[in-house]
């Protein structure tokens, strides 16, 4: 029973080291969508600041267009972290435990970056004009979606637990 207690501990202190750097990157981002929404504020809530002179109808379409492409990055997002990270081109059946964290470290750094970057298209449309009671579902879609993808130790070790099911691998953790 001592063996089990000592190998949980040394592979709970492999996953908080594996998964540090990425939950400070992920916390990072939350904080700058945060300082996002707070600029396209401040922003917005100065009359004619807009730096270029849009018409309203042009500026509707482009914000029609970029709603749609922000749909599209979540559902992509969230795909490729259900799909990608079990995939045997991925995570190969011999990896140990610190090899797959690696390669999920890798993977959720693309995924926060590209959750973040739904924000910076809510504060390009607040630059060009648009109130942010418009513009605010933007970062709190970036908000949680890089909430949903950051490595929080309970979050890794389902997801461990789900790839040995699916695979029969024997990573230990």
């Known amino acids: 029973m001592n063996f089990e207690y000592d190998d949980f501990t040394k592979n709970n202190s492999i996953i908080k080291k594996e998964t540090r750097k990425t939950l400070v990157i992920s916390l990072s981002m939350v904080a700058s969508v945060i300082v996002y929404a707070l600029i396209s504020h401040y922003v917005t ?25 922000a749909i599209f990055m979540v559902v992509i997002v969230l795909a490729v972290r259900k799909t990608i990270y079990y995939s045997p081109r991925t995570i ?6 610190i090899q797959v964290l690696q390669k ?46 950051m ?8 997801k461990l ?13």
């Open 151 to 158: 490595p929080i130790n309970w979050k890794v070790r389902d």
């Open 45 to 69: 809530g100065i009359k004619n600041i807009s730096f270029i002179n849009i018409s309203p109808v042009f500026l509707n379409s482009i914000f029609n267009i970029m709603n749609i492409v």
């Open 161 to 173: 637990r789900i790839l040995n099911h699916q695979r029969d691998m024997n990573i230990r953790f």
């Open 92 to 97: 190969k059946d011999d990896f140990t435990l």
């Open 104 to 149: 999920w470290k890798a993977i959720d750094i693309i995924l926060i970056t590209v959750a973040k970057s739904i924000s910076v298209i809510g504060l390009v449309i607040s630059l060009l004009g648009m109130p942010i009671g418009r513009t605010f579902h933007f970062f709190v879609t970036s908000i949680l979606v890089i909430l949903v993808i």
